[in-house]
């Protein structure tokens, strides 16, 4: 399994600066585009690409159920299906450009208008490994947006706030560390994230948001397990990412058009011992290696993008 997770990805969107335009969608649907060019891949510290070109296009689609009062206790409900691609220059063990398809589905509440409870169900399908079986997994998440909860603010009256979440993952088939044909299990994931920001309103057409997301990810039983010639082990710690991120609002494009933002950002990535060697060739020490950055513990990596949201 291969994907970079960051998700990061990758969870709460943080609120824009200024006056803002009526939305010019008020339906029940809506959906964003994601086009990202990383310099590196990792899914959840795994190890997966790092040279050449590389393009992450995402699409999601979201219907929203339900809308509550603000005295209600559940105060919304959707359902969401999105899709993610990963695009790179041929190296092996990649045979062709078209590396990664995955299928997310899932659905949610919003609780008091701040806390997010999502469950659901990935497909990993790898194009570019050709007999690489696919991996499944359910999930379960939770969200807070803890802006005004704080008793002190940012300059400009802003409210802090970190945007914590908690997400718990299951694979039910195939695992990410690509240990199972050596005798591994499907593994069980936790990540944890922070995404503390501030915005400078530079004039009434420009606006910029600086943050700062972060994101710890743990194996709760078997998700970064290492195959060696004497049996399979598994490591707690799988990795730690920092990113120094910059948001852009293109607020020159109409509103009929959506919501566009140009992002920008530099990570510093810390692997666990375990990803480290995965990262590395395969050897009777990690028999199923990825041969992807030669087994580096630390690497910083960059990515640019384009969202647009409608």
Do not use: C
């Amino acid at each position: 399994m291969i994907r970079a997770a960051f998700l990061v990805a990758i969870l709460v969107s943080p609120a824009w600066a200024g006056e803002a335009p009526p939305p010019p969608n008020t339906g029940a649907f809506s959906f964003t585009v994601n086009l990202n060019f990383p310099t590196s891949y990792y899914f959840r510290g795994i190890a997966q690409s790092n040279a050449g070109f590389q393009f992450q296009p995402y699409l999601e689609l979201k219907v929203n159920l339900y809308e509550g009062g603000e005295k209600d206790v559940v105060t919304g409900g959707f359902l969401k299906t999105a899709g993610w691609a990963h695009f790179n220059s041929i190296a092996p063990p990649i045979a062709t450009n078209y590396y990664e398809q995955d299928i997310y589905l899932s659905g949610g509440l919003v609780l008091l208008r701040r806390a997010t409870l999502e469950a659901g169900w990935n497909l990993y399908s790898y194009p570019g490994i050709g007999s690489a079986p696919q991996v499944q997994e359910v999930f379960g998440k939770v969200g807070v947006d803890d802006s005004g909860l704080w008793p002190f603010k940012l300059p400009g009256d802003q409210d802090f706030a970190v945007f914590p979440y908690v997400l718990i993952a299951g694979e039910t088939s195939g695992g990410a560390d690509g240990a199972n044909p050596f005798g591994g299990s499907s593994g069980i994931y936790l990540e944890v994230g922070i995404d503390p920001g501030y915005t400078f309103d530079i004039n009434k057409e420009w606006s910029v948001r600086f943050h700062l997301p972060f994101v710890l990810g743990l194996s709760l039983d078997n998700f970064y397990e290492v195959a060696t010639a004497t049996g399979v082990n598994d490591e707690t710690f799988g990795y730690a990412d920092l990113g120094f991120a910059v948001d852009l609002p293109l607020k020159f494009v109409p509103a009929k058009f959506g919501r566009w933002t140009a992002t920008a950002a530099l990570h510093l990535l810390w692997l666990g011992s375990n990803n480290k060697r995965l990262a590395g060739t395969a050897s009777p020490n990690a028999l199923n290696g990825l041969n992807v950055t030669g087994g580096s513990g630390f690497e910083p990596w960059g990515v640019v993008g384009l969202r647009m949201e409608y």
